[in-house]
């Protein structure tokens, strides 16, 4: 089993910005993508961006391009979301989730899907105030 859990949300103004994070713990042997997705009140669940843990390679959702940066911290089983110049918009329960082993190419979108992710954590919300 493998325990995912986030913070660093809260609210903030318009134009400011967040570093969320979410630390893996347990079985953190094996860890092929982590992703961010969030969950606006009465929408689903949307795709964020996520990162392939071993290369650090990345892609994220085309409406979080260029504000958006996930990283990671090897050594502590953790990844980052940099949220800058927030927007309303984005007020919403952030997700990590964890996806343990390859589904094949990393960029062809399937780690886009809530469904392809093993393992979530319990959300942090970012509320933004216009």
């Known amino acids: 089993q493998v325990q995912l859990v986030e913070s660093g949300g809260g609210l903030v103004q318009a134009g400011g910005s967040l570093r969320l994070s979410c630390a893996a713990s347990g079985r953190t042997s094996s860890i092929y993508a982590m992703g961010w997705f969030r969950q606006a009140p009465g929408k689903e669940r949307t795709f964020v961006g996520t990162?392939?843990?071993?290369?650090?390679?990345?892609y994220y959702a085309d409406s979080v391009k260029g504000r958006f940066t996930i990283s990671k911290d090897t050594a502590q089983n953790t990844v980052y979301l940099q949220i800058n110049n927030l927007e309303p918009e984005d007020t919403a329960v952030y997700y990590c989730?964890?996806?343990?082993?390859?589904?094949?190419?990393?960029?062809?979108?399937?780690?886009?899907?809530?469904?392809?992710?093993?393992?979530w954590g319990q959300g942090t919300q970012v509320t933004v105030s216009s």
């Open positions: 989730a964890l996806r343990s082993r390859s589904l094949g190419d990393f960029y062809r979108g399937t780690y886009a899907f809530t469904g392809t992710y093993d393992y």
């Open positions: 990162m392939a843990w071993r290369s650090g390679y990345t």
